[in-house]
């Protein structure tokens, strides 16, 4: 997060949607413990076993810092889901949405108890996510409960589950919970890094054909599995997502390898003199943040910051810095093919090789990406400066941004000067 976010938060308080949120999840915990106190649990196997289900998944989750899944603990989430599927007696189904909203709860602390013993504590969202988002399940979930008979174990024997509409039904269910978290998801990650709300919205709607629909199949395979063999078959039901999630847990791992090569890869131009310390990975911040702006994919913005980073190796072919005035755009096709060809052998995305070649060209010919990369660099060395040599200008932001403003006739993208104006003014990156 920005030094103007944190400004901005400390000068005018916690954001209302996040105090909303919070003021939310903490009112149904505090009454789902207080309904279960008073009348203790009505299914306590149900609740043990789903609870434990709930803890496993938050121990092989991965509540890291920058951890690239957007929902840390998937097999928590569908356990917790199926859970809120479950139907009750009904002389207790007016406290039924208490005592999940408390189990789940606890489930979710208990489970992030080996996170905090390694300091990797899981952040207020996701347990603000999981509480609302599983009392929400449970509250529509009981309609379809009503008036059924029970065998029991936690569900009708008799009514919808009679047929294909009690599934599709739960299906229903889940989905319009996903729909909600997104948009709760949204809001809180705009009120944590000011990034605008219609780009986060949408990534959160993009990732909800993946990893979402596996949780949602899966809770509801548990829960019925729950009312037909009993909570204890939930083992061996939950270990395809288990595995799955663990699989996962190894891909970010080498995920994160592959970055901090590039990472690496990218401060050779910097120690061989031609940027200031640190310039690629401003560069590729600043362009990251554009993109948002722009609406750009979770996909797309990975484009653009790999990009970003490896704009310059084509300079690394020469003999050493670019003189002053050898900025001609023969000089820097030159240079962009050069380091385009760098890129292909990196083992990158083609894209990625793509935006690295077109660096050079007139903006209207490029794609989006390259336009953003472009914009990015250029404003990066005007506030920061650029190696001796190449004929630096060092500017304030304000003037910066007005001097990209006034070559946008041939060199710079109006729009994309634009969004870079907005991500300035949000502070959603440092300068």
């Known amino acids: 997060m920005s030094e103007s976010v944190l400004r901005s938060r400390r000068r005018h308080g916690t954001p209302p949607e996040v105090r909303v949120a919070v003021?939310?999840?903490?009112?149904?915990?505090?009454?789902?413990f207080g309904w279960t106190l008073s009348h203790g649990l009505a299914q306590p196997q149900a609740a043990l076993a789903f609870?434990?289900?709930?803890?496993?998944?938050?121990?092989?989750?991965?509540?890291?810092?920058?951890?690239?899944?957007?929902?840390?603990?998937?097999l928590a989430t569908a356990g917790a889901l199926g859970y809120a599927l479950l139907c009750i007696p009904a002389d207790t189904a007016g406290g039924a949405v208490?005592?999940?909203?408390?189990?789940?709860?606890?489930?979710t602390v208990v489970g992030a108890v080996p996170h905090v013993a390694r300091g990797r504590t899981p952040t207020a969202e996701h347990l603000v996510r999981r509480v609302l988002g599983t009392a929400f399940a449970a509250a529509c979930c009981r309609p379809?409960?009503?008036?059924?008979?029970y065998d029991g174990r936690g569900g009708p024997v008799a009514g919808l589950t009679a047929g294909p509409g009690y599934v599709l039904a739960l299906l229903g269910v889940l989905a319009l919970t996903a729909l909600c978290d997104a948009v709760l998801a949204a809001c809180l990650a705009r009120a944590r890094t000011g990034w605008p709300y219609g780009p986060l919205l949408r990534d959160e709607l993009r990732a909800l054909p993946g990893v979402g629909s596996a949780m949602c199949a899966t809770g509801v395979v548990i829960a019925l599995a729950a009312q037909v063999a009993?909570?204890?078959?939930?083992?061996?039901?939950?270990?395809?997502?288990?595995?799955?999630?663990?699989?996962?847990?190894?891909?970010?791992?080498?995920r994160r390898t592959y970055r901090q090569t590039i990472a690496s890869l990218a401060r050779a131009t910097e120690m061989a003199g031609f940027h200031t310390q640190g310039h690629a990975h401003r560069v590729a911040a600043l362009s990251r943040a554009i993109g948002r702006v722009r609406g750009l994919s979770e996909r797309e913005l990975d484009v653009v910051e790999q990009a970003a980073l490896m704009r310059d190796l084509g300079k690394l072919s020469l003999a050493g810095p670019v003189p002053a005035g050898a900025d001609g755009r023969a000089d820097r096709r030159r240079i962009a093919l050069l380091g385009g060809a760098v890129v292909r052998q990196t083992g990158v995305a083609a894209e990625v090789a793509v935006v690295v070649e077109r660096q050079a060209e007139p903006y209207r010919d490029q794609?989006?990406?390259a336009r953003i990369v472009r914009v990015a660099a250029a404003y990066d060395v005007?506030?920061?400066?650029?190696?001796?040599?190449e004929g630096a200008v060092v500017a304030g932001p304000l003037e910066a941004l007005e001097r990209l403003r006034l070559a946008t006739a041939e060199e710079y993208d109006p729009a994309v000067v634009e969004a870079l104006r907005e991500v300035l003014a949000g502070g959603?990156?440092?300068?």
């Open 367 to 369: 794609p989006v990406a």
């Open 230 to 254: 009993g909570p204890w078959a939930l083992p061996v039901l939950s270990l395809p997502l288990l595995l799955t999630q663990l699989s996962f847990r190894r891909y970010a791992a080498v």
């Open 382 to 389: 005007l506030v920061a400066g650029n190696a001796k040599g």
């Open 144 to 149: 379809l409960c009503a008036g059924a008979p």
């Open 51 to 74: 609870g434990l289900l709930i803890v496993l998944g938050e121990v092989a989750g991965d509540h890291r810092a920058g951890a690239p899944a957007r929902i840390p603990a998937p």
């Open 428 to 431: 959603v990156c440092a300068n």
């Open 23 to 32: 003021g939310a999840a903490g009112a149904v915990t505090a009454a789902g």
């Open 98 to 107: 208490l005592e999940i909203a408390a189990v789940s709860f606890t489930a």
